[in-house]
């Protein structure tokens, strides 16, 4: 089983490894290996499974443990992955990616002043990665500090020139914030110059030139956003201001409520169609926004 994943067959390795479970269910590198193979098949929650019945059949095992607690943060399950972690660190020196789960797990939860601590010692141990200034940006930004989260990104570009997580962040803030446009439309074409095909930069870049006041370039980013990327609700909110702005009410309303369509309740989509006079359909349920894109 462990050949055949390390040829690239995965299919056939999680066939293989599939059948050695059912023979020997008491076997946990077998059902670590399973597990494993299910992440390599994109099914998460299939391999939580198996990799949780792998640490309780050999709880020591720090890998496993450590692949099961970063499957848990990656799944936004923090309350399950950071316990594990914590037992890693209280028995093992940390690498890089146990301490840069956990800082993500601790910031999921609210734990912030606990995220930072444990940035501080991958910095201390390993320097500033660019897997370390990913995640102190996006801790800064779960506490609402964004001035700091684009300071961290930005160094990320100083070593990582096109990271394109940093390159869209930036740009995406500094469009919502509607400020320091310049800086943030090359940015966003940069972005966007590395996967054209990625929705979510389209719609940055959109975003961008909408601040800018170029509805027709705004338009065509999004309209291109939506047609890689489907019905996304912030897009759909996105193309509607242009359609306002461009003078179509009717249009902008009409989308908006794809929008709600996409994500009932939305409460700012609610207010863009309250705003242009159109009618929230019946029975629409307010609630906070939660999507992000």
Do not use: C, K
Request: proline fraction near 5%; charged fraction near 30%.
């Amino acid at each position: 089983g462990q050949a055949l994943l390390s040829q690239g067959r995965i299919g056939e390795g999680a066939s293989y490894l599939r059948a050695r479970v059912q023979v020997d269910s008491l076997d946990p590198d077998v059902a670590s290996l399973y597990g494993r193979a299910l992440l390599m098949l994109d099914d998460p929650d299939a391999a939580v499974v198996e990799l949780t019945r792998a640490n309780r059949l050999d709880p020591n095992n720090r890998v496993v443990a450590g692949m099961l607690s970063r499957l848990f943060i990656a799944l936004e399950r923090p309350e399950e992955g950071v316990p594990l972690l914590e037992w890693i660190l209280m028995r093992h020196e940390a690498v890089e990616p146990e301490l840069v789960s956990l800082a993500a797990g601790y910031s999921m939860m609210g734990e912030h002043e606990l995220a930072r601590a444990a940035l501080d010692t991958a910095s201390a141990r390993f320097g500033d990665t660019p897997a370390v200034l990913r995640a102190r940006g996006a801790t800064y930004y779960g506490e609402g500090d964004l001035d700091r989260a684009i300071e961290a990104y930005e160094r990320l570009l100083e070593v990582e020139a096109d990271s394109v997580t940093a390159l869209n962040f930036i740009a995406y803030t500094l469009a919502d914030e509607n400020r320091d446009l310049e800086h943030a439309i090359g940015y966003a074409v940069r972005a966007v110059e590395l996967e054209p095909d990625n929705p979510l930069l389209r719609d940055t870049l959109g975003w961008v030139h909408y601040r800018l006041g170029r509805m027709d370039e705004a338009r065509r980013e999004l309209d291109l956003a939506i047609e890689l990327g489907g019905d996304n609700p912030i897009i759909l909110e996105h193309l509607g201001d242009v359609l306002l702005e461009l003078g179509d009410p009717d249009a902008a309303i009409a989308v908006w409520t794809r929008a709600l369509e996409v994500s009932p309740g939305r409460t700012s989509t609610i207010e863009r169609i309250e705003t242009a006079g159109g009618e929230v359909p019946a029975g629409t349920p307010e609630q906070p926004d939660g999507e992000t894109r």
